[in-house]
């Protein structure tokens, strides 16, 4: 079996806060989170808003905020990926499509800001064939961020990708605010980065989307992994395993925006063993111990009663 460009296991992140004076509390936003992504594969990471998957992303970059700390295991292409070798690869082998397009430097032309200040013949060649690629003119490299509309920028985001050749491309909310037909383009150019060899990680709240262009969906609730499934398992609710993603089939557009009561529980009153207990109609007084997560048809859950 290939070993996976990117294998994260038990990840664990918490934020260090000041409660009622100089008290300290600590807050476990990701629990365990466990993910991996082969080359030539997209992996999409599916979850609510307040999950915590763009602390993935962050994570694994190693940019966490100063207050953070993270547990677990990082290993990029069958070694650790520790903080001194990120610092190495991030950038070039690693790179990151962050989800503010205020990461562009608004004081900088777009066609520098791709290259990254490089002015040799090869990076220029690779930069007019990725703007033939994504449809760009070549006087938008004359431009800055502010000239262009919200979707040419996310297409120079990903550019800024493309130009170091990655093996390893995360994309962190790579969509919003996006036109459905634009929004469709981006999730095409990843589906082009890993045909050319990349392992692309997608953290998405659009499930809908992602369906339509990647390999296998991680889903993500309440900062932990509880299924990982093929796109293929999507296609009818018996196929999948766990209450939660059953739950996010039956509320997309096509299935009938069915929804179930209740919210995604706040770190601070997170339940004792699954998080989604206080949702689930098949919870039972074992649900608040220690569960497993085991591979069942060919996928992976985190359920007592997933068959």
């Not at 629990?31 to 999950?51: F, K, M, Q, T």
């Not at 392992?199 to 969906?217: G, N, S, W």
Request: aromatic share 8%.
């Amino acid at each position: 079996m290939k070993v996976p460009v990117l294998k994260i296991e038990h990840m664990n992140i918490s934020f260090t806060q000041y409660d009622r004076g100089m008290r300290q509390v600590e807050l476990p936003t990701i629990r365990d989170l466990n993910v991996e992504v082969h080359e030539g594969e997209i992996v999409a990471v599916v979850g609510s808003s307040g999950s915590g998957k763009s602390l993935l992303a962050h994570g694994v970059m190693g940019v966490l905020p100063y207050n953070a700390s993270m547990g677990g295991k990082i290993v990029y292409r069958g070694e650790e990926l520790t903080a001194d070798r990120i610092a190495r690869l991030r950038g070039n082998e690693i790179v990151l499509v962050p989800q503010s397009l205020s990461y562009l430097n608004p004081f900088a032309k777009v066609g520098y800001q791709i290259r990254k200040g490089r002015k040799d013949a090869q990076t220029r060649q690779r930069l007019d064939d990725i703007f033939k690629r994504y449809d760009l003119k070549k006087e938008v490299e004359d431009l800055y961020p502010f000239e262009l509309s919200g979707g040419m920028n996310r297409r120079v985001l990903i550019a800024t990708a493309m130009i170091e050749n990655p093996r390893l491309v995360i994309a962190d909310e790579p969509t919003p605010g996006l036109d459905l037909k634009v929004a469709k383009r981006a999730m095409r150019h990843f589906r082009e980065l890993a045909d050319m060899g990349a392992a692309v990680l997608i953290i998405t709240h659009d499930l809908e989307l992602a369906l339509e262009t990647v390999d296998r969906i991680a889903v993500f609730y309440a900062g932990t992994t509880i299924e990982e499934a093929g796109v293929g398992d999507f296609e009818k609710e018996e196929t999948l395993r766990h209450p939660y993603t059953k739950a996010l089939w039956r509320a997309m557009p096509k299935n009938g925006f069915q929804f179930i009561p209740g919210s995604q529980p706040y770190v601070k009153n997170m339940p004792e063993g699954c998080p989604f207990m206080p949702r689930c109609g098949q919870c039972t007084e074992a649900c608040r111990g220690q569960i497993p997560y085991k591979e069942i048809r060919g996928g992976r859950v985190r359920c007592l009663y997933a068959e």
